[in-house]
């Protein structure tokens, strides 16, 4: 993030943290248990102290954070019920987008997802799954973005501020799907043909089978959080 300009004005320059700090904990840079303190984060944007705390202060709101004094907030530790709720709406919010999506989707919008979806797998096969899981959330928040509805669009941003601290534990499991057999695909073919069900059934596929790894790992995962 670029140092604060002098001319831009306090509120943008809130925003402008809200929105990283947001992207940093969809793409797993801050983990289960960790703390983020203020200072230390104002320092690594080149920000004051101020909107750094009032991003935190909207991501505490947002259920994302945990406040712990006026000085720090705390990523949550999910439990198995509160993980389980989460990704049971993923998979219905998100089965909805990708059926909207579907309907409203052009042969240009199609291909943007397909070129997002080579990147991925040309980094999950070159093993930068750090790129990889970047590059699945831009799939995804695409997707939604193609259903033009605002609103669920949010609630999913949100759903996935709560799911994505965990995601780096998939960096250390076997791959989920082969290449060619990866729902993206499908959800990619139901865009060109406008196939509302085949989109919606391919993008609950996916979601269901990260949501089943990631509860497995669970118990892992949070061990080794509060440690």
């Known amino acids: 993030m670029d140092a ?7 509120e943008r320059v809130a925003i402008r943290v809200h929105h990283w700090l947001r992207t940093e904990l969809m793409r797993s840079r801050f983990r289960p ?28 709101s947002e259920n994302a954070l945990e406040q712990i004094d006026h000085r720090s907030a ?7 019920e509160r993980l389980r709720e989460v990704c049971e709406l993923r998979i219905d919010l998100e089965g909805k987008a990708a059926e909207r999506a579907a309907e409203r989707a052009s042969p240009a919008d199609a291909d943007r997802l397909a070129a997002i979806h080579a990147r991925m797998t040309e980094a999950r096969l070159e093993g930068r799954m750090q790129d990889m899981m970047i590059e699945n959330e831009r799939f995804h ?11 669920l669009l949010r609630i999913v941003e949100g759903l996935w501020l709560q799911c994505g601290p965990l995601n780096f534990a998939l960096k250390q499991m076997r791959f989920l799907h082969k290449p060619e057999e990866h729902p993206h695909n499908a959800v990619i073919r139901a865009m060109r043909e406008r196939d509302p069900t085949l989109a919606r059934l391919a993008m609950q596929r996916d979601i269901a089978v990260y949501s089943d790894a990631l509860l497995r790992r669970l118990p892992e995962i949070n061990v080794t959080a509060r440690a």
């Open 141 to 151: 928040m695409a997707t939604c973005a193609l259903a033009d509805m605002p609103v």
């Open 74 to 80: 705390r990523v949550p530790v999910l439990s198995d």
């Open 4 to 10: 604060e300009p002098r001319a831009e004005g306090h």
């Open 33 to 60: 248990g960790e703390k983020l303190k203020l200072r230390t984060l104002a320092e690594e944007l080149g920000v004051s102290l101020t909107p750094v705390r009032e991003a935190l202060a909207r991501l505490v």
